[in-house]
């Protein structure tokens, strides 16, 4: 049984040290261990039952036989009797024992046991005080020379008034080295005389050896039997857990229709429930989303659209005030009011026309036009058109040809914005730098003002943001960087922010380079 309980223990340090990953793995493993517990918790049991049961019968046995002979040798036993008494007495149980092969000695009031074999085992002193101290029949197992035995201490008793002995007529039941009394025997009619005997058990080692050969025999049967079952189960375990997964990617994968069936009454069926409901809410939010998404651009397009004509007439209302406020023919009150109307109309015109940029780029209706360039081109074109070529506010950092193919308009509205963005928010001087990084070429604006506020940079390309909420009213509707950002993802590039270590924001345009930028759209 020990070497059974070695080897479960070995499997599992293996199964800790290989753990498997997978759930069906998993699954099969846990049911066979349980298997395997069920079966050594069983065998176990059984074999302490049927080991206890070998033992004791094989100590009944022996005490019974013992009995026996002493009732009938020991009344021929002159008390006191000699030590050439003791040996003859023992001799004689030595050849009743027989194929128990008995080795007997004896003793007379506490002396030392006289054996007639030389092979005898010596009498353990526990069992010799036990018989001493009690006065009944007394065994106990021992370890001799690496096998077990059983050794039995009985007195012998008076039988009747005549002075015949005998012996008591119970006896203890023994346990691994525990020592057990006999409870009937009359201390008072003992003769003195007390008769040990010992014997092997070998015979009931191997009975005992056999049963666990079994256990361990009957263990792999077992677990493959076990295994039937427990595939059975992962199965049934796994299936719906499969159809759950399939349907969480299609359902990432937009496909929010998505419905699974349910069927029975257990726990993954309502999971398969709730899978559906969670779809459902998901598919209805989503709609809703969609509808009110799409009135809000339509909304914001229709308002563009319908402000560029009384826009177009403001403005050139306005044109003709501004040449009579430039004439001085206006009061000077009425000169301060055309030019503020005129600025604040050329700033709703702009709005206006972000929006129907940004009514564009929702609707994917954003024309490109590519072309091969060289973006330092381009960067001189912007800084030109905007009067920046000679302000000292901005420098240009152009050392070397970067070829692009792009759409020279929408670059020039990123570049364009990034440069006004940098005067308006930074500081100067802003830096255009153009650097070829491989298959990509950068363009950076760089300013030394205070940079952008951490908590802002996740949301600068999103429209409407201002990153100083408490100054509504900043010059710009808010969605200069993200047209900027639309821009570049139209011509295969990107648009990112960061902050400057020496201080001051770093907007960089990456772009493919002409060698590896798609074709015209």
Not at 81 to 95: F, K, M, N, S, W
Not at 260 to 280: C, I, V
Not at 413 to 423: D, E, H, K, S, Y
């Amino acid at each position: 049984m020990r070497r059974f309980r070695l080897r479960l223990r070995s499997a599992a340090s293996v199964f800790r040290r290989h753990a498997p990953r997978g759930l069906r793995v998993r699954l099969v493993v846990a049911f066979l261990l349980a298997a395997a517990f069920g079966a050594l918790l069983t065998a176990g049991l059984t074999f302490h039952r049927a080991r206890a049961a070998i033992l004791d019968r094989a100590e009944e046995t022996a005490v019974a036989d013992l009995r026996t002979q002493l009732d009938s040798l020991a009344p021929d036993l002159t008390l006191p009797p000699t030590a050439e008494d003791l040996r003859g007495l023992t001799r004689q149980i030595d050849q009743a024992g027989g194929a128990r092969a008995w080795h007997a000695s004896a003793s007379y009031r506490g002396g030392e046991p006289v054996a007639a074999s030389p092979g005898t085992p010596p009498v353990p002193d526990e069992l010799r005080r036990a018989v001493q101290d009690s006065g009944r029949a007394v065994h106990q197992r021992t370890e001799h020379d690496g096998r077990p035995w059983l050794a039995l201490g009985m007195p012998v008793a008076y039988t009747d008034d005549s002075g015949d002995t005998g012996t008591g007529t119970d006896t203890g039941t023994g346990a691994d080295e525990d020592t057990h009394a006999d409870t009937d025997a009359d201390a008072g009619s003992l003769s003195g005389l007390t008769v040990y005997v010992a014997f092997p058990l070998d015979d009931d080692r191997a009975d005992i050896d056999a049963l666990v050969t079994a256990a361990e025999a009957g263990a792999v049967p077992a677990l493959a039997l076990a295994l039937v079952p427990a595939l059975f189960a992962a199965r049934s375990v796994l299936r719906p857990v499969r159809r759950l997964r399939h349907g969480a990617e299609r359902i990432a994968a937009g496909e929010l229709d998505t419905r699974l069936d349910a069927s029975g009454r257990d726990e993954l069926a309502d999971l398969t429930r709730s899978f559906n409901t969670m779809a459902e809410t998901l598919e209805r939010d989503a709609a809703e989303l969609r509808r009110l998404e799409a009135g809000a651009r339509r909304f914001a397009a229709d308002v563009a659209h319908e402000l560029r004509t009384p826009l177009a007439a403001m403005a050139a209302v306005t044109e003709v005030l501004d040449e009579d406020a430039a004439s001085g023919v206006l009061p000077a009150d009425t000169e301060d009011a055309v030019r503020l109307i005129s600025e604040e109309v050329r700033a709703l015109a702009r709005t206006v026309e972000d929006l129907m940029e940004v009514s564009r780029f929702d609707a994917k209706a954003a024309p490109v036009h590519r072309e091969d360039v060289d973006l330092r081109t381009l960067v001189t074109k912007t800084l030109q058109l905007r009067g920046w070529a000679h302000d000292e506010r901005v420098r240009a950092d152009l050392p070397e040809p970067a070829p692009v193919r792009v759409d020279p308009r929408r670059i020039d509205v990123v570049l364009g914005n990034l440069v006004a963005n940098a005067l308006h928010h930074g500081r100067p001087p802003v830096t255009v730098a153009v650097r070829v990084r491989g298959d990509r070429v950068e363009v950076t604006v760089t300013d030394r003002g205070p940079g952008i506020p951490d908590e802002a940079l996740a949301y600068v390309f999103d429209r409407f943001y201002k990153a100083d909420a408490a100054r509504p009213r900043s010059g710009g509707s808010g969605l200069g960087l993200a047209i900027a950002r639309e821009n570049a993802a139209l011509n295969d590039g990107s648009l990112t922010a960061a902050n400057h270590p020496d201080g001051g924001a770093v907007f960089t345009l990456t772009l493919p380079s002409a060698a590896s930028s798609p074709g015209t759209t």
